[in-house]
């Protein structure tokens, strides 16, 4: 959606989710369970003083704040996709301590904070692995050099390697030929506008074009796109790149843990066909309505537990992606807190370059 000078004021992420979770079949939404989460989550996170300020405090996060900040947030954001592990499927033969891990720092890390311990290895081992240019030279940058920077400390290796190092080349190419090498420029281009930057990355990068077809009508998602922006925004505490004047537009970014989270607090349900589905480990393939539901009725979810935080604490500085990073951040704890905790489910498995 755009004005009348062509400028986007809308992502089309929440028009999207809205269809979604009106026409939805096999996952509905609890208002009473969302209005519940809304007060306990609104007090935990005053409790725990969340701010964009948390995101700096995670430990493998940048404490820099400059241009190669930037990239490096452009590079884990790009390929912030599908780690979950085939070891949690119980006919693999395979052990918790088998799945994919990146030692770094003296820690073994896995899931999403194994891509940021592999980046900051590579970069602390002389690899200028955040460079786009860098990415485009396949004779410095070789698969079988990529292939050494996801090494594995296990023997389980890195989910969809291919399509990871298939995004990297794709990245390098549009940057360097449309954005003068740097992903600062999109930065720029967008004029302090989060729409107008979510709208030049799904634009210019298919691989970030998160979109699919819902009885008939195209949806969009956009999970790495926004978080990209997000992650920009609270890096740079709202200041210098990170400033965006309407930054509340973004939502939440529907991956396969949040779901998970909103589900065990209650606010999602499933049919039971869904349920056992899951509960069985079974794949969803990317694209498929019960996907599609479950990524579009989170994102309406969260958009439903801001709503009712703000009524009730109308100066909450509160917004869709403080919320889902603080969902995200303490999804174990919220797990244990909720009362619907003895009915967990296991998150939803969709191999997709998209989450």
């Not at 602390?124 to 050099?145: K, Q, Y």
């Not at 779901?259 to 079974?282: E, F, K, M, V, W």
């Not at 498929?288 to 958009?303: A, F, K, M, T, Y």
Request: some cysteine.
């Amino acid at each position: 959606m755009a004005d009348g000078d062509g400028n986007p004021i809308s992502t089309g992420v929440l028009e999207s989710a809205c269809f979604i979770y009106q026409n939805a079949n096999d996952v509905t939404i609890s208002d009473a369970a969302c209005k519940r989460a809304a007060e306990s989550v609104y007090c935990a996170m005053q409790e725990k003083s969340y701010s964009t300020q948390t995101w700096s405090s995670n430990l493998l996060n940048p404490r820099t704040k400059d241009a190669s900040t930037v990239d490096w947030i452009f590079l884990v954001d790009l390929l912030n996709f599908s780690f979950w592990s085939d070891v949690d499927s119980a006919d693999t033969g395979k052990s918790e301590s088998n799945r994919f891990t990146v030692s770094w720092d003296g820690k073994a890390w896995t899931g999403y904070w194994s891509l940021c311990a592999l980046v900051n290895r590579a970069l602390v081992a002389g690899v200028p692995i955040t460079t786009a240019t860098f990415w485009n030279n396949t004779e410095n940058c070789s698969d079988e050099l990529l292939e050494y920077v996801f090494r594995s400390e296990t023997s389980e290796q890195v989910p969809l390697l291919s399509e990871r190092i298939a995004c990297l080349r794709e990245a390098g190419r549009v940057l360097t030929e449309k954005f003068d090498g740097s992903f600062i420029n999109c930065i720029e281009r967008a004029g302090g506008s989060a729409v107008a930057l979510v709208t030049l990355i799904v634009e210019n990068f298919p691989c970030f074009k998160d979109e699919a077809l819902y009885k008939g009508r195209p949806v969009k998602i956009y999970k790495r796109a926004q978080i990209l922006v997000a992650d920009i925004w609270a890096c740079f505490n709202q200041q210098s790149y990170g400033y965006f004047r309407d930054i509340d537009q973004i939502s939440m970014f529907a991956d396969y843990r949040v779901p998970q989270i909103l589900y065990n607090l209650g606010c999602l349900q499933y049919s039971d066909a869904l349920t056992s589905h899951i509960r069985s480990l079974n794949i969803i393939p990317n694209g498929d309505p019960w996907e599609v539901e479950l990524r579009g009725c989170s994102i309406w979810s969260v958009e439903m537990i801001k709503s009712e935080i703000l009524k009730a604490h109308p100066d909450a500085k509160i917004n869709a992606i403080l919320l889902d990073f603080y969902l995200w951040d303490t999804a174990k704890e919220i797990q244990q807190r909720a009362a619907v905790a003895m009915d967990s489910i296991p998150c939803h498995r969709t191999r997709s370059f998209f989450y």
